[in-house]
């Protein structure tokens, strides 16, 4: 696995080092270059100014815009007003930056969890599987994951990417119930039920360096 922290190995204990360095070394060239292209996404990502925290702010959602505005109150709370595509938050006169971040962050990832739920039933009858679970997932670039226990991790960040990216994760981590690895077959298996993936994993790369800075 390769993230914003370099690579880390994860093998069986019945696999030996000797196994394991072949395989690093096999595979040495595609790592070097998603190692360097991580490291320029990462760095894209540092240039790009944060978001101001204010009246007004534009915040990316499901691939458009929507405005937050600010309330006080005496207690904390979120409500989305979807004819104007405005966030309301209220806050506390005395409540910090972070207090509403973490509300605000806290309204995402209730509607995500939301999305989530309905495109995974959705496109598990399209593809005849069953998951036996769904969590929510911080990671830097990692949009998704799928173990043997079916059990599905996605990354809540997706709720600010347009519809179609959000189905091709999803898309992409059932297809590993049917197979645990990214052979022609699995890719088969994803053009099955997501026939432009390739379009939607170059979309996908191209959108998440373009988003501005929420939550540092």
């Avoid at 240039?47 to 929507?66: F, M, S």
């Avoid at 005395?94 to 995500?112: D, I, Y």
């Avoid at 036996?132 to 991790?153: M, N, V, Y």
Wanted: proline letters at 5%; a positive charge.
């Amino acid at each position: 696995m390769i993230d914003d922290n370099g690579l880390r190995v994860t093998a069986p204990k019945r696999v030996t080092l000797a196994e394991i360095d072949n395989a690093i070394r096999a595979k040495q060239g595609w790592i070097v270059s998603k190692l360097l292209e991580r490291g320029e996404r990462k760095v894209q990502r540092q240039q790009r100014p944060p978001v101001a925290w204010v009246d007004g702010a534009v915040l990316p959602y499901l691939g458009g815009e929507i405005t937050l505005r600010l309330h006080q109150a005496p207690r904390h709370r979120a409500s989305f007003q979807r004819d104007t595509n405005e966030l309301h938050v209220w806050v506390t006169p005395t409540g910090s930056e972070q207090q509403l971040k973490e509300k605000v962050k806290g309204w995402f990832q209730h509607e995500a969890r939301q999305l989530f739920e309905v495109r995974l039933d959705l496109y598990a009858d399209k593809l005849g599987v069953r998951y036996d679970s769904l969590s929510l997932s911080s990671a830097g670039t990692r949009w998704g994951s799928c173990t043997i226990e079916r059990k599905i991790r996605l990354n809540w960040r997706l709720i600010h990417f347009a519809l179609p990216l959000i189905d091709y994760v999803v898309a992409h981590e059932l297809s590993h119930l049917l197979e645990m690895n990214h052979s022609p077959r699995f890719w088969a298996t994803v053009e099955s039920i997501y026939p432009d993936y390739d379009g939607a994993k170059q979309a996908l790369r191209k959108r998440s360096q373009e988003l501005p800075v929420l939550f540092a």
